[in-house]
C-alpha cells in the first residue's frame, strides 16, 4: 500500500527566505505527482502536477522535483512572502487501473513571517 | 467558470441521522472523488467513481454511500452506521491524471 510522508510537519521562515518542502512515498509505481495548497477551512488548490516521466515542473516561484527510484519530490518556494503561509499538501496519483486515485502527505503547514 | 461546487459548506448531523452531500461537476471530468480531512490530517479516500453507474470503495468506505447517475454529480450519504462522521469532507475530479485535479471548497459536518 502507497504511504505518503511529509516532513517536517511544520515550518516558520522569515519573508524572503526560499522554502524547501520535502515529501517521501514508498511505491515507486506512480503516475503522477501534485502538490497542492491549503488555506484554513478551505479546498485544496492545485500548485503543480508532475508526471512520473518527468523530472521537474515550474510555475513562477514554485519549482517541484521529482526522483521515482527513491520515492522523493520535492517543492520550492523561492522568496517567500507571507501570503504564502498555507498547509502545503503533496499526493501521489495511481496508474487508472487503481482508479487514478490520490495517496495524500499529511501536508507541511508554512508560516512566513513579515 | 468551470470548477467543482460542493454543497452545503456547513452541516449539522443528529445521531441515527442520515445525511447526504452535493458534489457537482462541470468540467466534463469522467473521474469524481471523496476525501475526508480530520483536523492536522491529510486526506483520506472514501469512494471513487471512474465512469457514470460505477464506483469503488476507498480506504474508510464504512458508513458511507455514494452513487453516480450522472457524470455530473456524484453525492456523498453519510448513515448512521459511520460512528465518527465530524470531519471536513472534499470532493474532487479529474479526468485521469492527464491533467491535475480539482477540488471543491468542502462541507464541514457536525454531530450535534
Known amino acids: 500500500k502507497q504511504e505518503v510522508t511529509q516532513i517536517p510537519a511544520a515550518l516558520s521562515v522569515p519573508e524572503g527566505e526560499n522554502l524547501v518542502l520535502n515529501c517521501s512515498f514508498t511505491?515507486?509505481?506512480?503516475?503522477?505527482l501534485q502538490w497542492f495548497r491549503q488555506d484554513p477551512g478551505k479546498g485544496l488548490t492545485s500548485l503543480l502536477l508532475?508526471?512520473?516521466?518527468?523530472r521537474e515542473q515550474t510555475s513562477g516561484r514554485l519549482n517541484a522535483s521529482l526522483d521515482k527510484s527513491s520515492g522523493r519530490s520535492t517543492l520550492y518556494i523561492a522568496a517567500s512572502q507571507p501570503g504564502d503561509s498555507a498547509t502545503y499538501l503533496c499526493?501521489?496519483?495511481?496508474?487508472?487501473?487503481?482508479?487514478?486515485?490520490?495517496?495524500f502527505g499529511g501536508g507541511t503547514r508554512v508560516l512566513v513571517k513579515p | 467558470d468551470g470548477g467543482i461546487t460542493q454543497s452545503p459548506k456547513y452541516l449539522f448531523r443528529k445521531e441515527g441521522q442520515n445525511v447526504t452531500l452535493s458534489c457537482e461537476q462541470n468540467?466534463?471530468?469522467?473521474?469524481m472523488y471523496w476525501y475526508r480531512q480530520d483536523p492536522g490530517q491529510g486526506l483520506r479516500l472514501i469512494y471513487y467513481?471512474?465512469?457514470?453507474?460505477?464506483?469503488q470503495k476507498g480506504d474508510i468506505a464504512e458508513g458511507y454511500s455514494v452513487s453516480r447517475e450522472k457524470k455530473e454529480s456524484f453525492p456523498l450519504t453519510v448513515t448512521s452506521a459511520q460512528k465518527n462522521p465530524t470531519a471536513f469532507y472534499l470532493c474532487?475530479?479529474?479526468?485521469?491524471?492527464?491533467?491535475?485535479?480539482?477540488f471543491g471548497q468542502g462541507t464541514r459536518l457536525t454531530v450535534v
Open positions: 499526493a501521489v496519483g495511481a496508474f487508472k487501473a487503481a482508479g487514478n486515485k490520490l495517496t
Open positions: 511505491d515507486s509505481a506512480i503516475y503522477n
Open positions: 474532487a475530479s479529474s479526468n485521469g491524471g492527464r491533467t491535475e485535479a480539482f
Open positions: 467513481s471512474q465512469i457514470v453507474n460505477d464506483f
Open positions: 508532475i508526471q512520473s516521466s518527468q
Open positions: 468540467l466534463n471530468h469522467d473521474a
